[in-house]
């Protein structure tokens, strides 16, 4: 497609259950982020990938947050346990590269994933 | 640890120019970025500026950037009700350790008529 794309686009849980969160990101872009806006917390970066290299999680606010991506395209962001604090929208990017250069090192944002945990 | 502080709002008469302002304390910081999101709606990549340079102009959009004081605007000429929407600046470091960006907190454009 065009430009990356999240699914679902709203999802609403119970507390204490596991949710998952898709993320396509642009044909081609070889780097991946997660982040996540909330009322409180503003927009903070959770983790990254960068082709076959160990991510980056240094964002991640807990152990029950997990991510994955598979064939260096497609990442889920796994909520394990949700707690009504995890309600936020969760946004992923994707870059052609992490190279030092703008042209490839930009970031595309997609339409983020509305989480509520009642 | 990289900390980016903006103004939570600004309010301008539409075909006033609008300035919002970035404050950051990486000094480090390689690029510079502004960032646009309207309601319901994912970030809109607006415009950049390398930290060598002291200004960018796109169109109506003018970008300057002051390293000594750490401290980036957006200038908006002519600005329009579609303008409206809330502005983050964000910074990426120049360490290595990817390109993970810190967001200001944003700052919220109402255009009035």
């Known amino acids: 497609g065009a430009g990356v794309s999240q699914s679902p686009s709203n999802k609403v849980t119970e507390k204490g259950k596991d949710v998952e969160l898709r993320c396509d990101p642009i044909s081609g872009h070889t780097a991946l982020y997660w982040y996540r806006q909330s009322l409180g917390q503003g927009l903070e970066f959770l983790i990254y990938?960068?082709?076959?290299?160990?991510?980056?999680k240094s964002g991640l606010p807990s152990d029950r947050f997990s991510a994955e991506r598979t064939g260096g395209s497609v990442s889920t962001l796994t909520i394990q346990r949700t707690q009504q604090e995890d309600s936020a929208v969760y946004l992923c990017?994707?870059?052609?590269?992490?190279?030092?250069?703008?042209?490839?090192?930009?970031?595309?944002f997609g339409p983020g994933t509305r989480l509520t945990v009642l | 640890g990289e900390d980016v502080e903006q103004s939570l709002f600004l309010s301008v008469r539409e075909g006033d120019s609008s300035v919002i302002n970035c404050t950051y304390t990486d000094s480090s910081s390689t690029y510079l970025y502004w960032y646009k999101q309207e309601p319901g709606a994912g970030l809109q990549l607006l415009t950049y500026i390398f930290s060598n340079m002291d200004m960018k102009q796109d169109q109506r959009l003018t970008v300057l950037l002051n390293k000594k004081d750490k401290h980036l605007s957006l200038r908006i000429a002519d600005t329009q009700t579609g303008d409206s929407a809330i502005y983050f600046c964000?910074?990426?470091?120049?360490w290595g350790g990817g390109n993970k960006l810190t967001f200001g907190t944003g700052t919220q454009l109402k255009v009035e008529l």
């Open positions: 990017a994707s870059s052609l590269s992490v190279s030092g250069g703008h042209s490839t090192d930009t970031q595309y």
């Open positions: 990938f960068q082709g076959n290299s160990a991510p980056d």
């Open positions: 964000a910074e990426t470091p120049s």
